[in-house]
């Protein structure tokens, strides 16, 4: 059975973890809804890493504003994956 590395990036002053499928072919990015672990998506993103390099961000443990006060933002969760992709050189994800 095939693991993910674990990599942590420093993004916007946070430090954002990921899982790193690292197959041949294009990347592809999975996402999870903020309520999710990105280890749901293991079965499928082992599956494409035999084709594509897979990444699943962590955006369970997402630093920012606590669930109490609504969670983090829809519009910083869209920038810090922005800079995800432009910190790891990714210029056109699946």
């Known amino acids: 059975m095939k693991k993910p590395e674990i990599l942590y990036l420093p993004i916007d002053g946070n430090e954002i973890s990921y899982m790193l499928y690292n197959g041949g072919g294009p990347t592809v990015i999975l996402l999870h809804a903020t309520g999710f672990v990105p280890w749901l998506w293991h079965p499928i993103a082992r599956t494409l890493s035999s084709h594509y390099r897979v990444i699943v961000p962590n955006l369970s443990d997402h630093p920012g504003e606590s669930p109490e006060a609504g969670g983090i ?14 910190t790891l050189r990714i210029e056109r994800p699946f």
């Open 73 to 86: 933002s829809w519009q910083i969760l869209a920038k810090d994956m922005a800079l995800l992709c432009e």
